[in-house]
């Protein structure tokens, strides 16, 4: 299938490693020209436009946005505290947690907007999570921080309709990631469940983001091997 990205301008928040590394470098495959933001230092084997600085900061994400622009996806985030239980969570690590995952994602999205209302085929994907549906112990801010990208991706749908910007997100389950293994550590390993590659969500973000998901706006797209679908009930 032609995705009809070649020559598209895109966005891509956190490019540096995991989820965002592998959308850089599938953008990249598909002819399209990329610029990143992210904390870290530009790889030397990416041939993008790199930005340097925190998806916090209004300030430099304003100044990352290209003149032209078609695509953005906003693939930064943080786990936050993990394995902690509510009750003991810093102010400060839950504030942190939803300002990366949740408040860089609408700071992308709000300054990316006046310049994709000039494309032809504006898109902008959110990364967010199955924990945005399901909670697991020890994972409140990581999992408010997601679910509320899931309402922010339908209130953006609604909001920038107007100017033809679809906007929807994608939810993984667990990913082998380096996020992930630093979280789980030797438990990485061990998982009894199946986990996804950073590529199979590349490649629904390249999807959601292309001419051929038209019709798709305000939706939340799972990967998880039909974990959301399987009932509990004891049958």
Known sequence: ??????????????????????????????GAAVTVL???????????????????????VRSAIPR????????????????????????????????????GQFLLAK?????????????????ASDSGFVAAPGMAAYCASKGGVLMLTKALAV??????IRVNCVCPSIVDTPMARGDLGDAFDELDCPVLRPEDVARSILYLASPASRGVNGTAHV?????????????
């Not at 930005?51 to 916090?56: A, L, M, S």
């Not at 300054?111 to 990364?127: C, D, K, N, Q, Y």
């Open 111 to 127: 300054h990316a907007a006046p310049v994709l209302a000039g494309s032809t085929a504006p898109a902008i994907v959110f990364v």
């Open 68 to 103: 032209e622009l078609d695509v953005v996806v906003g693939c930064a985030g943080i786990s936050g505290p993990m394995g902690q239980d509510a009750r003991e969570i810093g102010h400060a690590d839950f504030t942190r947690t939803l300002e990366v995952n949740l408040t």
């Open 1 to 30: 299938m032609d995705l009809g990205l070649s020559g598209r301008s895109v966005l891509v928040t956190g490019g540096a490693s995991g989820i965002g590394r592998a959308t850089v470098e599938a953008f990249l495959a598909e």
């Open 223 to 235: 990967l998880d091997f039909g974990g959301l679908a399987t009932s509990t009930f004891p049958a």
């Open 38 to 60: 992210d904390r870290a230092p530009k790889p030397e084997d990416l041939d993008v436009t790199w930005v340097r600085g925190d998806v916090t900061d209004e300030e430099t």
């Open 159 to 164: 909001d920038f309709r107007s100017d033809g």
